[in-house]
Each structure stands twice: as C-alpha cells, then as structure tokens.
C-alpha cells in the first residue's frame, strides 16, 4: 500500500491508465471548487513494501529510488513548504493527523507496534492498542 500525492503520480502512471489499474491508485474524496479546503498535516512519513506483493521488482524500484532521493537530498521534510500549504497552516485551515497529538508518545508506539505487526510479529491488534493505552497512562 503506498500513501502519495499528485506530485509521484506521474512516475507511476508513465506506462498510461493500465498502471494505474495495476498500482490501484484511487481518488480520495476532495471539496467541491469553490469550497473551503481543510487539510491533515503531519510531521513525519515514510514508505513501506507488502512483503508478499506480486510486484516485488517494481516495488524495490520504487524504494531504491525513495532512498536515492533521500540521500541526495537534505532528506524528508525540507520540500519547500509554501502556496497552498502555508496558507492553510497559517490560516488555521487544517488539523493533525489523527495518530498526532496524544499525550507521552502514544502515535510512537502505535507506530513500531504497527511496524511490528505488518513485519510478521507475534501479535493481535489487542496488543498494539494495549501498548498505546499503557503509554496514554504513563
């Protein structure tokens, strides 16, 4: 599964709409023109691979050329940040992402907990959410 915006969709869908069928890229629902644009902003991203995929070539691709990016770059997080955005940010016309703002660190371990599971780790999504509930309470 990979969480993008328009900016990749181009690399992806080189090969035409077939591409696209073959990545399941999909819409997500959107305002209507005209309409006041709330966005979800987060600190932080990343990127993963389904380990059983049945594109595990076109998937390394896709990680090679992440990491190339990140290490000919000043990394994640120092795209220019402006337009659109900013104006949202400073306006006030956006919220965090829902795993941004608990208390301690309860989206850090939400996240290796997830990270855990999705890598084949012993574990029941009971104890992902029991993991965070004791953070919550620290």
């Known amino acids: 599964m990979i969480f993008t915006g328009s900016m990749q969709a181009e690399g992806f869908l080189a090969d035409g709409e ?37 594109y595990p070539e076109a998937c390394k691709t896709v990680l090679e050329e992440f990491w190339s990016y990140l290490s000919e770059s000043d990394g994640p997080g120092n795209e220019d940040f402006s337009g659109e955005a900013r104006e949202a940010y400073e306006s006030g016309r956006y919220f965090h992402l829902c795993n941004h703002g608990w208390y301690n660190e309860v989206e850090v371990v939400m996240e290796k907990k997830l990270q855990e599971y999705f890598a084949g780790g012993e574990m029941q999504i009971e104890d992902i959410t029991a993991a965070m509930q004791r953070e919550l309470e620290r």
């Open 18 to 54: 077939k591409r696209a069928d073959e990545f399941l890229f999909t819409t997500l629902p959107a305002n209507e023109r005209g309409e006041t644009t709330y966005w979800s902003m987060g600190e932080v991203g990343g990127i993963g691979m389904y380990a059983d995929t049945k």
